[in-house]
Each structure stands twice: as structure tokens, then as C-alpha cells.
């Protein structure tokens, strides 16, 4: 009978909705929503990104909307170092670059 009773009270909870692989899937969701909100670096990282964004553009209205590659390297070389192509990534989307005269353009959206 105790068989019988065990049997029952698993049957009575999947009838339920509240199954063993629903309590596992709760445990992995649970587990994944306490690892991304203790995550701050990812925001610091984009914030880290905005910065150089934000610096890189306004150097370039300074110098008139356009600065030659070997000026705008030289001047960023050393707050860029350590992530090279995220720096070219960003000059990218903020610049046209003209290879005959090897300068970058401010684009009209960034004005």
C-alpha cells in the first residue's frame, strides 16, 4: 500500500503541472537570474565603450569633421591599447574613411 500511496501523491503532481523536470528547469532559470544580476561588468564595459565613443567623436568635430588615420591612432594609442579593435570598430561606425587621402570623415548622422 505504501507503494501505492507514493505513486499516487507523483501522479496527483504531475497532475498538477508540477513535475520533477519543471522543478529542475525552475532550479537552472533561478540559478541563471542570480549569475546575470550579479554581473556588473558587462555594464561597466559598455559604459567603458559610450566614453571612448563619446571622445573619439568629439575630437573629431574638433578637428573640423575630419583627422587623418596616423593623428586620431597617435591620439588614442594609449586609452585604446588593450582593445584595438574595439577602438577601430568605433571609428568605423562613427566615420567614412577615404583611403586615397587615408583620413576618416565624421559621418552627417553624428554631427
Same mark, same amino acid.
Given at each position: 500500500m505504501e507503494g501505492d500511496s507514493s505513486a499516487k501523491l507523483h501522479q496527483k503532481n504531475y497532475f498538477q503541472g508540477e513535475t520533477s523536470s519543471d522543478s529542475v528547469l525552475?532550479?537552472?532559470h533561478g540559478r541563471k537570474q542570480k549569475k546575470d544580476t550579479g554581473m556588473s561588468s558587462g555594464v561597466q564595459l559598455r559604459d567603458k565603450n559610450v566614453v571612448c565613443t563619446q571622445r573619439i567623436r568629439d575630437y573629431v568635430v %574638433?578637428?573640423?569633421g575630419k583627422v587623418f588615420s596616423d593623428v586620431i591612432c597617435r591620439k588614442f594609442k594609449k586609452e585604446c %591599447?588593450?582593445?584595438w579593435v574595439q577602438?577601430?570598430?568605433i571609428l568605423t561606425k562613427l566615420c567614412h574613411?577615404?583611403?586615397l587621402k587615408m583620413e576618416w570623415h565624421l559621418k552627417d548622422e553624428y554631427w
Open positions: 525552475a532550479a537552472i %574638433k578637428s573640423g %591599447k588593450e582593445d577602438f577601430r570598430a574613411y577615404d583611403r
